[in-house]
């Protein structure tokens, strides 16, 4: 199972972890954090030191309820985030988290290697076919709505076989436009209770049927820190036990904000299925 990034062939037969860079205020974790030049590179060298295949960018923040902001401030914001990244890491596999074609296409043409969609297209009617245009990977989310709608929209008459319905019309519209890799994520915490997320995490081995590489992002989210009682930055180790979890039910990237610990996992993990 491989992927094509920029000419780059990635084996994701063996796991791989592509590490959080969030360069918006508000985002649930790591909001604010990386708004300066030094702290973005330090960072992203700090996570590819780490061991971390890719790196993933993203300007609108898809947080619950989060504040919507215009295409145009998105661009503002991310792409001298990929010239700064680009220039300094010239060989960095670069994700681009957005949802809007124009965004995708301008990061991708600045050297961007891959597009992460949480609406899988949903929210652009242009997305499917300017990625399949560009020739990138594409990840495919499952969301219901708007990051400030998708709360109220979780009712599921089956959470896995919806989910393997939205994806099984998502896929087959991109194919339609010759699109060779694609990735899908389950999308947890996105128009999905607490318990929906768990019962999804609990039958991920039903997302093989897709025959396509399965990437997780549950890093310090909702689901960990409420079940655990505790806050985001208290969620780590959860996060480890259920990549973990995850890792054992068939996922081939984990979308983190802690890559050493992640990367620890899929080494254990590894060693376990020698």
């Not at 991708?108 to 020739?135: C, F, Q, R």
């Amino acid at each position: 199972m491989t992927i094509n990034c920029k000419g780059n062939c990635i084996d994701l037969s063996t796991p791989k972890v592509m590490g959080i860079l969030n360069v918006t205020p508000d985002s649930f974790y790591d909001g604010g954090l990386y708004r300066n030049e030094a702290a973005i590179l330090k960072q992203v060298e700090k996570m590819l030191n780490e061991g971390a295949t890719f790196i993933d960018v993203g300007a609108y923040s898809s947080k619950p309820n989060a504040k919507t902001i215009s295409e145009t401030e998105e661009l503002q914001r991310i792409l001298p985030i990929v010239k700064l990244l680009i220039n300094n890491f010239p060989n960095i596999i670069l994700s681009i988290d957005t949802f809007r074609s124009e965004v995708a296409k301008q990061a991708i043409e600045l050297g961007a290697a891959l597009i992460n969609d949480i609406s899988a297209g949903a929210l652009d009617p242009k997305m499917i076919e300017t990625v399949a245009h560009l020739g990138t990977p594409y990840i495919m989310m499952h969301m219901r709505g708007t990051p400030q709608t998708m709360q109220q929209q979780t009712h599921y008459d089956n959470v896995l076989k919806d989910v393997l319905l939205y994806f099984s019309k998502r896929i087959a519209e991109a194919r339609q436009f010759g699109m060779k890799d694609i990735i899908i994520d389950p999308g947890f915490g996105f128009a999905k209770t607490l318990e929906q997320n768990f019962e999804l995490l609990n039958v991920l081995e039903g997302f093989k049927i897709s025959d396509l590489p399965l990437l997780i992002g549950i890093s310090r989210k909702s689901m960990i820190y409420k079940t655990l009682d505790a806050t985001p930055m208290d969620a780590l180790n959860g996060t480890t036990a259920l990549n973990m979890v995850a890792l054992q039910k068939g996922a081939s990237i984990l979308r983190v904000h802690d890559v050493k610990e992640a990367m620890e996992c899929v080494k254990l993990y590894v060693q376990l299925n020698a």
